[in-house]
């Protein structure tokens, strides 16, 4: 074998280990590149994923709220007296009188307030009457309150007269 034999061998040994190590360079940078995006990618979806989430929790929440804005909206001045009527019952209490008075407005709810005159036998009922009145369903809040005795000096049975200030919500639209 002579020497031009050989080099061309190496020639093209050398030729070949250059194209394998040029296509090895580019194939590491076309998998570096799309490593990248697919870290990208997963990170997009992972944000994503969070977002829906929220999203998701944001809607239970919206349906919590709607929920109880017609639960509390499920009122009117009629249904409002007789629950008070049927809370007065409940705690032998009886209704004077009852007299609205104007609505506050506020930024998203409208305050009604129910002036309220009642006689009870003594001073439990009454305070059971306020309980009912607080731990009521419908959502009532005592604004004011003041007693009296009505019964005369020679009668021995107590009679006691309150005023009372009673207030609810509605939700505005």
Do not use: C, W
């Amino acid at each position: 074998m002579d020497y031009a034999d050989i080099i061309n061998k190496l020639k093209n040994r050398v030729l070949n280990i250059v194209v394998i190590v040029v296509f090895l360079v580019i194939a590491q940078k076309i998998y570096l590149a799309n490593t990248k995006k697919l870290n990208e990618l997963k990170e997009t979806q992972a944000n994503e994923l969070k977002k829906n989430q929220v999203m998701q929790d944001i809607s239970v929440k919206e349906k919590q709220f709607n929920a109880y804005k017609n639960f509390i909206n499920s009122k009117d001045s009629s249904s409002i007296i007789n629950t008070i009527g049927s809370l007065a019952k409940d705690a032998s209490v009886k209704i004077n009188s009852i007299r609205p008075q104007d609505v506050t407005s506020y930024t998203i709810y409208n305050k009604y307030r129910y002036d309220l005159v009642i006689t009870a036998p003594g001073y439990h009922e009454i305070a059971v009457f306020i309980g009912n009145l607080e731990e009521a369903k419908a959502l009532f809040t005592v604004d004011s309150f003041s007693v009296r005795n009505i019964a005369g000096p020679e009668d021995e049975s107590t009679q006691l007269q309150a005023n009372l200030t009673v207030s609810t919500i509605l939700l505005k639209e």
